[in-house]
């Protein structure tokens, strides 16, 4: 990691009256790799991670996109900026079919007076994009593009809900909990396409419980604790009974790890 | 766990298992599906073949059993414009109940407006057109009070349409003084605000342009709502309101927009009535905020939002016209109309239920 990092956050705070959920929180996130956010339950994670997406603005900090400073006031602001992010609970309409959840919020309109006028969606250009990000995911064993995504499975929810945040995030792409839901079949293919989409040289923030998920796919981890980051470790030098001493303050980090 | 482990993707210890198992994950369609469970997913799939086929299984045990005094162009059309005041609320109240509220109100802004296009007319003097221009004012208007407190106060729709459905009756009762204008003064006068009252005849078939306009105003929202990205949005936000907006909808705007739309269509209606009825009357279309929930939920509408074809809200109301007619000329007792309509709201919705769990 000798690159600048891609998206950095200092000093992050954020108060809900008198529980302060983030207090001066440091990020880093480099281009291409696989970060690992961890921590124990109300260790501030989703709050740091909510700061990063749009979903909360903190009260004091700075988050920098590229070098330049961000401050987003709503999900879609953090989008636009192309961060993309897969929701825990997949943020899909089930009654809605595949294509038109994928293009949900940014829809493509018809080229020409049906489009301008009529407003008419290019359903054949939505579907065809859509197809195709799903194949390159591995995941045309869904046959039929216009089907309601409540008629899927857990994990082809989570496809779609991945391949969305794939084909439009541009620069980031947080996945929250991915196989917090899923089987093991199920979570394994989740997991091999979060490798894929590293393939295609986008870095992946990914927010686990799941220690074996995390080791395996992270290049590194970051662990938060008590509102902060206490440090990033790298998983081929520490075990995770090491993170899980870390992350719950049974042992305390060894000071070089946090350069890292 | 040592360093070498299950780095890139290699499966984890536990996981080797998997090499041999079934490797597509995602399968779909992996069984051979029963008849009965093919006809769930096809009338899951198109939401609106249920009451059409009710639609169209009545029409023919009613022409089978009362013969050509029922099943002629005639009463046909003559059930089209019964409905029609019905089919126009309805499609507001589908627009509404799409999203997962629902619309009690619809009924006195269609009276009010329409009111307020006589009144305005004959009291003020005002051109005709200025007038009904004004009607329609007043139902976006109301229209917006709704969506605001839905969306903006977070109010629930039945609770925030019980309170102005009550409003807007009892202005419409004071500000017309419970007065009505009389058919002939319309017709010498203004004409303009009879005009969907005018017909266009083929043989014994009579379409008035309340008709017309009913059939129109489906077609073009089945259009809006199936291939428009605010229709999409619509059905998102009935759905599941959390994820459409962080999927990037703007589900307050979305809310209003959809209560404002509802309030333009019950002017629309309102103008409709006084066509239909002659006169500005006050006291008329007392039912019409039930008559067109029954029309929604008959038509296969899910009173849950996000589900459901506006077409099915046609069929729906269609339904209702073609029991009333059929009854009254068997010469049975109206209330065995209100009692089988009753039967068919409930299996409706069971039958709605039962689609549902293609889901799960």
């Known amino acids: 990691m000798q690159s600048e990092p891609l998206l950095t956050a200092r000093g992050l705070v954020k108060r809900y009256g008198r529980v302060t959920a983030l207090d001066a929180a440091d990020f880093d996130l480099y281009p291409g790799e696989i970060l690992a956010v961890i921590g124990d339950n109300g260790a501030g994670k989703s709050s740091l991670i909510k700061a990063i997406s749009g979903a909360i603005t903190p009260d004091e900090g700075e988050i920098r996109l590229d070098g330049k400073p961000v401050a987003f006031r709503s999900p879609m602001e953090a989008r636009d900026a192309g961060i993309e992010t897969v929701y825990q609970n997949l943020a899909l309409s089930p009654a809605l079919s595949i294509a038109d959840n994928m293009f949900l919020g940014r829809e493509i309109r018809r080229p020409g007076p049906l489009g301008k006028w009529l407003r008419m969606l290019d359903r054949p250009a939505m579907e065809k994009r859509a197809r195709a990000m799903l194949s390159e995911l591995g995941l045309m064993t869904i046959q039929n593009i216009g089907q309601a995504v409540e008629t899927l499975s857990g994990g082809q929810r989570q496809g779609v809900a991945v391949a969305r945040a794939a084909a439009f995030g541009s620069k980031v792409v947080i996945m929250d909990e991915p196989t917090a839901a899923l089987g093991v079949k199920e979570s394994r293919r989740v997991l091999e396409l979060i490798l894929d989409v590293k393939k295609r040289g986008l870095p992946i923030v990914l927010i686990s419980h799941n220690m074996p998920h995390v080791f395996e796919v992270a290049d590194r981890i970051h662990i938060h604790r008590l509102g902060r980051r206490l440090t990033v470790i790298d998983p081929r030098q520490y075990t995770m009974s090491d993170a899980v001493a870390f992350m719950t303050g049974a042992k305390r980090p060894p000071e070089t790890a946090v350069a890292a | ?360």
């Open chain 2, 1 to 360: 766990m040592t360093e070498a482990s299950a780095r890139g993707g290699q499966p984890q210890e536990f996981e080797k298992v998997l090499a041999g198992s079934d490797t597509a994950v995602a399968q779909f369609e992996s069984h051979d599906r029963t008849a009965v469970e093919r006809l769930q997913h096809f009338l899951h799939s198109s939401p609106a073949a249920v009451p059409l086929i009710v639609l169209i299984a009545s029409l023919a045990v009613f022409a089978f059993v009362i013969g050509s005094r029922f099943f002629s162009p005639f009463s046909m059309t003559l059930i089209l414009q019964q409905v029609a005041i019905v089919g126009i609320i309805g499609a507001a109240q589908t627009l509404v109940i799409l999203t997962a509220g629902i619309d009690l109100s619809v009924g006195a802004i269609m009276v009010l407006t329409s009111v307020v296009m006589g009144q305005f007319t004959f009291r003020y003097g005002l051109p005709a057109p200025v007038a009904i221009l004004c009607g329609f004012g007043v139902g976006a208007a109301c229209g917006f009070l709704n969506g605001w407190l839905v969306a903006q106060v977070k109010l629930p729709p039945f609770i925030v349409t019980l309170g102005t459905w009550q409003i807007i009756l009892a202005a419409n009762f004071l500000y017309s003084a419970n007065e009505t204008i009389r058919a002939q003064d319309i017709e010498a006068q203004a004409p303009l605000l009879q005009w969907f009252g005018n017909n266009i005849r083929i043989g014994n078939a009579v379409f008035t342009y309340g008709v017309i306009a009913m059939v129109v105003l489906v077609l073009v929202l089945w259009h809006v709502l199936n291939h428009t990205a605010w229709g999409r949005h619509v059905y998102a936000v009935g759905d599941d309101p959390e994820a459409a907006e962080l999927s990037g909808v703007n589900v307050n705007r979305m809310l209003l927009s959809v209560y404002v739309l509802a309030g333009l269509i019950c002017a629309l209606a309102g103008w409709a009535l006084i066509g239909r009825l002659g006169s500005v009357s006050p006291t008329s279309g007392q039912f019409a905020n039930i008559e067109s929930i029954t029309a929604v939920v008959i038509g296969g509408i899910s009173l849950f939002g996000g589900r459901g074809s506006i077409l099915g809200m046609l069929f729906g109301a269609l339904i209702v016209g073609v029991f009333s007619l059929a009854l009254r000329l068997i010469g049975t007792d109206p209330q065995w109309t209100y009692l089988l309509i009753g039967v068919l709201i409930i299996a409706a919705v069971t039958v709605d239920q039962w689609i549902r769990k293609v889901a799960g």
